[in-house]
């Protein structure tokens, strides 16, 4: 079974971030298995559930709220790699694995929100163009 979220580019990134991330906070020192690196993996998860959850809704508005929430959610990953560099956990250059799909997650969940609230009636999918970035959503 498929289910549309999974055509959406904004989730087919966010698994991707999963994935470095993952990785990254394996770097991490065990004592913060309870903090930092738990915190890190709930927050990076969280931007793919946002969009899944939220893609289930009736309304364009209440999808928008979910893309929200994962906008959230990748700035607290941001954080926690960030805090993660100062206190010598991993390098700059660790955090530069992630920063481009941040960055283009980041971008890419203000886009679709913005189309999401120019279109706030009923939820009536999207055009696999908008799914695929083919077409500016803008």
Do not use: C, H
């Not at 999974?6 to 309870?34: G, H, N, S």
């Not at 913005?114 to 055009?127: A, C, D, F, V």
């Amino acid at each position: 079974m498929k289910f549309r979220y999974e055509d959406l580019e904004i989730w087919q990134i966010a698994i991707r971030l999963v994935k470095v991330v993952y990785t990254i906070l394996k770097k991490y020192p065990d004592d913060e298995k309870f903090g930092l690196i738990s915190q890190g993996r709930r927050a990076v998860v969280s931007i793919a559930l946002q969009v899944s959850e939220g893609s289930g809704r009736k309304t364009n508005k209440d999808f928008s709220l979910f893309i929200n929430r994962a906008l959230a959610s990748l700035q607290e990953v941001d954080g926690v790699l960030k805090i993660g560099i100062a206190l010598e956990y991993i390098t700059y250059e660790d955090y530069e694995q992630t920063e481009p799909l941040l960055k283009e997650e980041y971008y890419k969940l203000i886009s679709y929100d913005k189309w999401l609230n120019q279109n706030p009636g009923k939820y009536r999918g999207y055009s696999a163009k908008i799914a695929k970035g083919r077409d500016s959503i803008n």
